[in-house]
Nanobody
């Protein structure tokens, strides 16, 4: 059973930064794709960024490229999302998610591009609010 617990959300002004953290069950990094998703009121949940089990491959939504960075610290069993140059349109509930990585090249990318439906494990979410 994979357990995910997010933290680090808050309220910031446009142009500011936040770092989200996701505490992850032990050993998850070795066998799971990890991702960040977000959902704004009245909108569908969307992918923000993903990283593969080995940590060598990352993918980002076009809307956050160059501003957000996904990373993981296996020693601390923690997934991060560094968010810089925040915009009001980044306001949403942010979720950490995991799905088993079947060790096929490009699998995590395809899972991310396919959307949130196939991701089996989710945290409770952390709210990010960006004011103009």
């Amino acid at each position: 059973q994979v357990q995910l617990v997010e933290s680090g959300g808050g309220s910031v002004q446009a142009g500011g930064s936040l770092r989200l953290s996701c505490a992850v069950s032990t050993y998850t990094y070795r066998t799971y794709c990890m991702g960040w998703f977000r959902q704004a009121p009245g909108k569908e949940r969307e992918g923000v960024a993903s990283i593969n089990a080995g940590g060598g491959t990352t993918v980002y939504a076009d809307s956050v490229k160059g501003r957000f960075t996904i990373s993981q610290d296996s020693a601390k069993n923690t997934l991060y999302l560094q968010m810089n140059s925040l915009k009001p349109e980044d306001t949403a509930m942010y979720y950490c998610a995991a799905v088993a990585d079947i060790a096929v090249p490009g699998y995590c990318l395809r899972r991310f591009q396919a959307g949130p439906a196939g991701w089996g494990y989710w945290g409770q979410g952390t709210q990010v609010t960006v004011s103009s």
